[in-house]
């Protein structure tokens, strides 16, 4: 193969270059997954699972998105932020099942499925840990540069503490994270601050957005009991009043209002409660791997 | 040359899937190359996590060295510490601009809150093609995750710049 193009050879080589099909589909593959000490693994699976279906069901709704936005530039962004949160959902939900091979379903004997796709793939709604923001279908632009605004700044700010995370893995994929939630927090402000100092037509819907997403916001605060008695999570009611300080900055460079306090009862998305839009979702993305659990891809 | 010295060769000329300019070595990711036993442990790490090029990467890593006489092949992930943009090497960012790319500058320091930027980023980014420095961007992101769209108000080019991270 030509070192000079990747596109030489890939009529008529071998089949050495392609990477699908092969063995190394393990994001983890050579890390150490030893639960530290004093750390209880069926929760740190479950806090894992939390943040991992966060990511993994914005992911999809970003991926939504794609060839649907109003520029090309943004498309490719909106699908940029998709793949990342998607990377981080793998290692999330790979650390997850190495920290509790019981959560991963069980599939047919001789399944090639890992056990991170296991867990996207065949587990039903109810069995999802996201917060309800992650889920909520799309709407216009505003809609999308709102929620990736509440949820970056919610993410950023667990995700910075989460670096010192007394479990290695959770703090290596922390780390990596903030790096990538950065430029998506600094891309949804801009836009935010744009829409909102636009067009009478840009701010309505900007606002509209908010006033639609707002009820979610408040849930990504309020701690499951587990985010807050595991030593290596992040009480993300603790995190509450920084990332207040970073809304309040966009809000205030846009001249909007911030929307009162609309809190969360009862039951949440992370104890496994959601919107009907989860299941529809769901539904369409497991399709396939769900009618072929031998398969391999 | 030792075993581990030949390996670490093979490895070392491996290049990166998405800018073949580069060698994993060049981009930083091959983080190291030991033998064990009559194995050959390769350590790579993630550019950016959703990185779609990883397993391409770690299955050119076991082609090469396979194809070189070495059996048998580990490719390790190691997650920590983070990869940054300031691990591309002076030849990677020579490769970089002969290739036509804008190398990235120092990345924003690891660790500590993350400030919120409103404004544009601001980057001395210079034309690749004319060397010139007057340069605009025209998209924070590009035809992959790593990469920035300029175009340079000179010569008129566009070209990537690979990304601070």
Not at chain 2, 44 to 64: K, N, Q
């Amino acid at each position: 193969m030509n070192d000079e193009s990747v596109y030489d050879g890939l009529l008529g080589g071998d089949s050495s270059q392609w990477a699908f099909g092969t063995d190394f589909e393990d994001p983890l593959a050579g890390v150490d997954t030893t639960v530290p000490a004093g750390i209880d693994a069926a929760d740190l699976a479950v806090y894992c699972l939390m943040l991992g279906d966060d990511t993994l069901v914005l992911s999809q709704r970003l991926a939504e998105w794609c060839s649907r936005a109003p520029e090309l530039e943004e498309d490719i962004a909106l699908a940029n932020f998709a793949l990342d949160l998607l990377g981080q959902a793998r290692l999330l939900l790979a650390r997850a099942a190495a920290a509790d091979p019981s959560i991963v379903p069980s599939l047919p004997e001789g399944s090639p499925v890992p056990a991170e796709d296991a867990l996207a793939f065949f587990r039903e709604a109810g069995q999802f840990r996201n917060v309800r923001m992650a889920e909520v279908p799309n709407g216009d632009f505003a809609h999308v540069v709102v929620r990736l605004l509440l949820f970056s700044i919610a993410r950023l700010a667990v995700l910075q503490r989460l670096r010192d995370s007394a479990d290695a893995v959770l703090a290596a994929v922390a780390a990596k994270g903030v790096k990538e939630l950065a430029y998506h927090r600094d891309w949804a402000g801009r836009w935010f601050v744009t829409l909102a100092q636009g067009t009478d037509e840009s701010r309505r819907r900007l606002l509209g957005a908010l006033e639609q997403l707002w009820p979610l916001h408040d849930e990504m605060f309020t701690a499951h009991p587990i985010e807050r008695s595991l030593a290596a999570a992040v009480d993300p009611g603790e995190v509450r009043a920084e990332a207040d300080i970073i809304l309040d900055q966009v809000l205030a460079v846009a001249d909007v209002e911030r929307p009162a306090l609309i809190s969360t009862r009862g039951r949440t998305g992370r104890d496994g409660l959601h919107t009907e839009s989860l299941s529809l979702m769901l539904a369409e993305m497991q399709v396939v791997a769900r009618a072929h659990p031998m398969g391999l891809w | 040359m030792t075993v581990l010295e030949r390996a670490a060769a093979v490895a070392a000329e491996v290049r990166d899937p998405e800018m073949p300019m580069l060698t994993l070595a060049d981009l930083g990711v091959l983080r190291d190359v030991r033998v064990e036993g009559d194995v050959v442990v390769a350590s790579i790490t993630p550019t950016y996590s959703g990185c779609p090029a990883m397993a391409t990467m770690r299955d050119d890593l076991v082609h090469r060295l396979t194809d070189a006489g070495f059996p048998r092949v580990e490719v390790r992930v190691v997650l920590d510490p983070a990869w940054s943009s300031d691990w591309i090497t002076e030849h990677g960012r020579a490769a970089l601009r002969d290739a036509g790319l804008s190398p990235p500058g120092p990345a924003p320091s690891a660790g500590g809150p993350v400030p919120l930027l409103l404004g544009p980023t601001r980057r001395a980014v210079t034309c690749p093609r004319c060397g010139s420095a007057h340069t605009e961007r025209v998209s924070e992101f590009g035809a992959t995750a790593c990469k920035a769209l300029y175009r340079c108000t000179d010569c008129l080019e566009p070209f990537d710049h690979v990304k601070e991270i």
